[in-house]
């Protein structure tokens, strides 16, 4: 096992971990680049009896500190870092086609403001402690169609509860998404777990930034639907 294997040892993940074969300049960035940007302490063989972090340790300062959870692309993530450079962004992602997308694109924008975890978001919540997390975003979600596989979803308890426990009081929880029923069962979940929906509909944030499995969305008649939460 290389030091980036990002496999898990004690959840499955059930979606791909790995798509088409990477660019040889993609692979160069997951050699050359993940290793300072990986969050330490995360998985369960670096840190098997789950003790909690420090996220200032992470970003070298007590920074206000963003969570993603799954990062896709990297579009977004990215651009959340160049436009607020004063706080950290935390993105998680299983699928190392993305996380290696994603290093390009740090690359290119010269952001230094980011830490990425290439494995499942509830690893990283694991450790975290309680209130550590200022903001947190869900753009455009494994949809998990079948009804037997909703409860893969990230808008389930096994992840809205750890994930309402190291939000911060007042924190803002985002959900972007084109699936009808996923954003039903978000307004559903995320309120059991103790959020607060403070606005839903059709209309973006004014920061939002478009990733690429929105425009896909768009480009095949999909509506878009975003929600905004408060711890």
Do not use: C
């Given at each position: 096992?290389?030091?980036?294997?990002?496999?898990?040892?004690?959840?499955?993940?059930?979606?791909?971990?790995?798509?088409?074969?990477?660019?040889?300049?993609?692979?160069?960035?997951?050699?050359?680049?993940?290793?300072?940007?990986?969050p330490r302490g995360i998985t369960v063989e670096e840190n098997p009896d789950r003790t909690p972090i420090v996220p200032a340790a992470i970003f070298g300062d007590d920074r206000?500190?963003?969570?993603?959870?799954?990062?896709?692309?990297?579009?977004?993530?990215?651009?959340?870092?160049?436009?607020?450079?004063q706080i950290g962004i935390i993105g998680c992602e299983p699928f190392i086609n993305g996380v290696a997308m994603l290093l390009g694109k740090i690359r290119a924008a010269g952001v230094s403001n980011v830490?990425?975890?290439?494995?499942?978001?509830?690893?990283?919540?694991?450790?975290?402690?309680?209130?550590?997390?200022?903001?947190a975003f869900l753009n455009y979600p494994d949809p998990w169609p079948k009804a037997r596989?909703?409860?893969?979803?990230?808008?389930?308890?096994?992840?809205?509860?750890?994930?309402?426990r190291v939000m911060a009081p007042g924190a803002e929880f985002r959900v972007a998404t084109d699936i009808p029923d996923y954003m039903r069962q978000a307004l559903e979940e995320v309120p059991k777990a103790g959020f607060t929906l403070v606005h839903d509909g059709p209309e973006p944030w004014s920061d939002w930034h478009s990733t690429r499995y929105e425009q896909k969305a768009l480009r095949e008649g999909r509506v878009p639907h975003y929600a905004t939460f408060r711890r």
């Open positions: 096992m290389s030091e980036f294997d990002p496999t898990p040892t004690h959840r499955n993940f059930y979606g791909r971990r790995h798509g088409k074969t990477l660019r040889q300049s993609q692979k160069g960035y997951l050699s050359e680049d993940l290793g300072s940007l990986r206000p500190v963003w969570l993603e959870v799954g990062f896709g692309g990297g579009e977004h993530m990215v651009a959340m870092a160049a436009r607020y450079p830490s990425v975890h290439p494995g499942d978001a509830r690893d990283l919540m694991d450790v975290l402690p309680d209130g550590s997390i200022a903001k596989h909703h409860r893969r979803r990230f808008v389930t308890p096994e992840h809205l509860i750890p994930l309402h």
